[in-house]
């Protein structure tokens, strides 16, 4: 059932342009290929529901999210954003809105407005871009009306690369680095803060806490993709509702 409601989703996404192969498996020809297409549908996410990281974060509010960061959705993550793969933007920013639209409806009736994590200013200058902000933007425009983009948020002071570090380092690393940019922009608005992949979720907590306290009416979370996290029990340590 799952597979079939994420392979709607990954159907749209048809139209590829025709790079220099698929990001997945390295075949020539189109962006995705059509059995990474179908490796993807067996990522989907088992609930449609929120979902947290292990150990939860102190006041998890549940977070959306449509694959497994895993085999063909991790590469093709990792080739969007560190491997200047931007013709990956259609197919990431379809997993990104069926996750934001679910974690819109949380909320009830009404627009929002979609916040993507900011991007520090060494990983700006390196890579020459803001890739969430363009996944943001281009999940907006398959949203619709009543869904807009804002980038809202800053890094303030420098932070240290996040790959590596454990739970506690990385909640460390990024307490209260985040700032709003604009508050009046997001003060009193309903607001889906995203990020391409869930692992510990430090950065969307930091986020979240800078919205929150900016006077955002109401911060939920949404991502492409969550990382499974290492669980002495057996399966994926995914949850259907924030403890």
């Not at 997945?24 to 067996?42: I, K, N, Q, S």
């Not at 890579?127 to 281009?138: C, I, Y």
């Not at 003060?187 to 979240?208: N, Q």
């Not at 979370?221 to 029990?233: D, F, I, Q």
Request: positive net charge.
């Amino acid at each position: 059932m799952v597979s079939v409601r994420l392979g709607s989703v990954l159907a749209a996404a048809g139209d590829l342009v025709l790079p220099r192969s698929c990001a997945g498996c390295d075949r020539p020809g189109a962006a995705v290929c059509t059995g990474c297409r179908r490796a993807l549908c067996d990522l989907a996410v088992p609930t449609p529901g929120p979902v947290a990281p292990r150990p939860v974060p102190e006041g998890w509010p549940g977070c959306h999210a449509t694959l497994r960061y895993e085999g063909v959705a991790a590469r093709l993550a990792r080739a969007f954003k560190d491997e200047d793969r931007r013709d990956l933007g259609d197919v990431l920013a379809r997993l990104l809105a069926d996750a934001v639209r679910r974690a819109a409806q949380q909320g009830g009736p009404g627009g929002v407005l979609v916040v993507p994590v900011p991007s520090s200013p060494a990983a700006i200058r390196r890579r020459g871009d803001q890739p969430m902000l363009q996944l943001a933007g281009r999940a907006v425009h398959l949203l619709g009306p009543g869904a807009a983009v804002e980038a809202g948020l800053r890094v303030r002071r420098g932070t240290a690369d996040q790959a590596g570090l454990d739970r506690a380092a990385r909640l460390a690393n990024l307490d209260r680095a985040m700032t709003v940019r604009r508050p009046r922009r997001v003060h009193g608005r309903r607001i889906v803060l995203v990020d391409d992949v869930l692992t510990s979720g430090a950065t969307l907590t930091e986020g979240r806490r800078a919205l929150l306290e900016a006077g955002a009416a109401r911060v939920d979370l949404a991502v492409a993709m969550v990382t499974p996290r290492r669980s002495p029990t057996s399966g994926l340590p995914f949850r259907s509702r924030a403890d």
